[in-house]
């Protein structure tokens, strides 16, 4: 019994920033590889950015240069830390493996990034 619990969003004006938390809890003692996605509406959930178990980080192009991603395995927690956001970047955010199996969704945390 894994949950993942997203947190963090908001409405941000473009340029502003940004910073999502993800808490994992339950029947979990360390995170493996780990990843942040994103689901625009009318759009497909795509994976931002990840950071494997010994914390080297990749991106999409899309947010690359603007997204950091980091972990804290103490605390089971990982981040998402959003720069210069623009209003592509409004879509419902989740945490969770970077590759499956997955765990049990989250609800997500909304970003909307508008003036």
């Known amino acids: 019994q894994v949950q993942l619990v997203e947190s963090g969003g908001g409405l941000v004006q473009p340029g502003g920033s940004l910073r999502l938390s993800c808490a994992a809890s339950?029947?979990?003692?360390?995170?493996?590889?780990m990843g942040w996605y994103r689901q625009a509406p009318g759009k497909q959930r795509e994976l931002v950015a990840r950071i494997s178990s010994g914390g080297s980080a990749n991106y999409a192009d899309s947010v690359k240069g603007r997204f950091t991603i980091s972990r804290d395995n103490a605390k089971t927690t990982v981040y998402l830390q959003m720069d210069s956001l623009r209003p592509e970047d409004t879509a419902v955010y989740y945490c969770?493996?970077?590759?499956?199996?997955?765990?049990?969704w989250g609800r997500g945390t909304q970003v909307t990034v508008s003036s």
């Open positions: 339950g029947s979990i003692f360390s995170l493996n590889g």
């Open positions: 969770n493996r970077a590759t499956g199996p997955w765990y049990p």
